[in-house]
């Protein structure tokens, strides 16, 4: 969540061996905004998962690259140098679906994958998911009482989409909003599982860690054709705070604040292996 982190930062300061392809994208569509970049829009196939951190249940799925310069977005501190190639931040991403659940799969090379020390989940080594579950794109927190902070407080009727954020750590730590403010030491890992019927599992691996995540939206229903905006990333933390952040796609705009640049996924019928 990076709205906050511009101030969090300025009070602070002031693996697998799975053969990762670029993905085929079934076409492109126009952002909302006219000057808005191309988007990628991906198949998920229809396919029952076991969330164990084990690849093997996503044989016949293409996985998803992400590495290079072009993935990195920067800013809050976070800058090209702070980047020492592929095995310092790359990875790999696939995503499915069955029954009213989404499936993910992060196979993620990082030279140094720490406990979390620092005070919020997205200052550590962590997994973000961003999801325009309506496929509206525009603000991901509509404020419907006037005020100026949008994360000032965390009402669930302001909510067009989702940010998650995962941990590596065993079990996984789950963040569902902000209505802690991402404290790293107020996980909704509870709550995940009882509502969201979540679950997450991780297992490091000898150049990072591969994390297997699913899910169910609440009050979202899933079926065969339907389209959803979706944004992922993966934070870097070498010790003295994130200092690095890499997504997909590879966009440079403010993706916590708005959804128009998401990619597209599509939920289509029956497996493809």
Not at 42 to 66: C, N, S
Not at 155 to 172: A, C, I, N, S, V
Not at 211 to 219: K, R
């Amino acid at each position: 969540m990076l709205f906050q982190r511009a101030i969090v930062l300025a009070a602070l300061a002031c693996a697998s061996s799975t053969a990762w392809a670029e993905p085929v994208e079934i076409g492109c569509a126009k952002a909302g905004r006219a000057d808005a970049a191309r988007r990628p829009r991906l198949e998920l196939p229809e396919r029952k998962i076991v969330v164990d951190a084990d690849p093997a249940d996503w044989q016949g799925i293409q996985p998803t690259l992400v590495e290079g310069e072009k993935h990195l977005w920067f800013g809050q501190g976070m800058t090209r140098e702070n980047w020492h190639g592929n095995r310092d931040l790359s990875y790999a991403w696939r995503a499915a679906w069955h029954g009213n659940k989404l499936y993910f799969l992060f196979e993620v090379n990082d030279d140094k994958v720490l406990a979390p020390t620092q005070p919020f989940s997205y200052l550590n080594d962590s997994i973000e998911i961003f999801l325009d579950y309506g496929n509206r794109g525009g603000e991901r927190v509509k404020v419907m009482d006037g005020r100026a902070d949008w994360f000032s407080k965390c009402d669930p009727k302001e909510m067009m989409g989702y940010e998650m954020h995962f941990l590596p750590t065993t079990p996984p730590r789950v963040y569902l909003d902000h209505r802690d403010k991402y404290a790293t030491d107020k996980p909704h890992s509870e709550e995940f599982a009882k509502k969201w019927a979540g679950e997450a599992a991780v297992k490091k691996t000898a150049t990072g860690y591969i994390m297997e995540i699913g899910f169910s939206v609440p009050g979202v229903a899933l079926k065969p054709g339907k389209v959803m905006g979706l944004e992922v990333g993966v934070n870097d933390d070498d010790g003295q705070g994130r200092k690095s952040i890499m997504i997909w796609p590879a966009t440079k705009t403010d993706f916590w604040l708005t959804m128009d640049e998401y990619g597209k996924i599509i939920l289509t019928q029956g497996d493809r292996k």
